[in-house]
């Protein structure tokens, strides 16, 4: 009698070390690292890819370049390491095709009190043939001894359940209906302020922006209005189109459409030359343009506009252009509730 139970005693030892191996591996690797891995998100701009720091680096040194706010330049860099910072500004230096984009980030050097210098590039390394076969081959070593585990443990688990009676199957019942999950339809949350961008003739220097933040206070973009296009210099000059734009820290990139007097909307040429800023727009009363990025939505309602008289080309030139944006946070679009059908 002690002899069976010292035998099931060390079969069930061996079947609960055995299962907890194989939970390991089927937990860890197979579940936890290909079926739900783990995705990251909210991360700050020091911990994106490269390419990623030097996009978000190169549009803070356009936004600097705009509002010269050294408080808000530091703001957004902060937490960043200043010798990895002046690395990235030093990169985009070194690939800068002209002079001004060089300008702009020696000012935002500058200002965050940083030295830009390039990072030494290092050769990549080429994969041998044989580590580049052993990347292949352990995907598959890894399933073939989670499979032999498995059998093993099911061998060892056999004896222990001999002799045991099947429990009764509980009552026959309604077959519960399968889940569905149904997209939720994108939604906009409260407004996060109303700004009021005014163009009067005579602002030749005329670019105004406002800096959009949530109702914690936390920055999460920008969004303004300016000059895209003179048709003459004057004084004053007469502006025949502006720009209007949203920019969103969480997309990294800047969102523009210009807004066009009626005869630089007809005038397929200028279209043509405006094109690479934006959408464009013809300038009406009461027209509400939308400019969306993947978190933030900004409502432009063109609340006045006035052309100016006495020109050659009618209905050429601005005298007066009001704008009032309303900056809204969107819901994620992702997101599915689970509905029983």
Avoid at 117 to 131: F, G, K, L, M, V
Avoid at 296 to 318: C, N, T
Wanted: charged share 25%; hydrophobic share 45%.
């Amino acid at each position: 009698m002690n002899e069976i139970m010292a035998r099931i005693g060390r079969e069930t030892l061996i079947g609960l070390v055995i299962g907890l191996v194989v939970g390991l591996i089927i937990g860890l690797p197979i579940l936890g690292w290909w079926v739900f891995p783990v995705e990251w998100y909210d991360a700050d701009p020091f911990d994106l890819r490269q390419q990623h720091k030097e996009a978000y680096i190169s549009m803070l040194a356009d936004s600097y370049t705009l509002n010269t706010n050294v408080a808000l330049a530091r703001q957004r860099v902060e937490g960043w390491d200043p010798k990895d910072l002046g690395q990235v500004i030093g990169q985009l230096q070194a690939k800068a095709s002209d002079g001004a984009q060089v300008q702009r980030l020696d000012k935002l050097a500058a200002a965050l009190g940083v030295r830009a210098e390039a990072a030494p590039s290092e050769p990549a390394a080429q994969p041998t043939t044989a580590s580049t076969l052993l990347r292949r081959l352990a995907p598959i070593f890894g399933i073939v001894v989670a499979a032999v585990l498995v059998i093993a443990g099911v061998m060892v688990g056999l004896p222990l359940l001999r002799g045991r009676r099947p429990e009764e199957p509980g009552g026959l019942g309604r077959r519960p209906s399968p889940a569905k999950k149904i997209a939720k339809p994108e939604r906009v949350g409260e407004p996060l302020g109303h700004f009021v961008a005014s163009y009067t003739i005579g602002q030749d220097s005329y670019d105004q922006s406002f800096s959009i933040e949530s109702p914690t206070r936390e920055f999460l973009g920008e969004c303004g209005m300016g000059i895209s296009e003179i048709g003459s210099a004057g004084p004053p000059a007469s502006v025949t189109a502006f720009e209007v734009w949203l920019f969103d820290k969480n997309d990294i990139r800047t969102v523009t459409k210009v807004l066009m007097s009626k005869y630089a909307y007809d005038d397929d040429a200028l279209r043509a030359k405006l094109a690479s800023k934006g959408e464009a727009i013809l300038v009406e009363p009461g027209e509400t343009i939308v400019l969306e990025t993947a978190t933030l939505r900004v409502d432009a309602e063109i609340s006045e506009m006035e052309y100016g008289d006495g020109a050659a080309l009618p209905q050429s030139y601005f005298t007066r252009l009001t704008l009032s944006l309303t900056p809204r946070l969107k819901a994620p679009s992702g997101e599915a509730e689970e509905v029983t059908v």
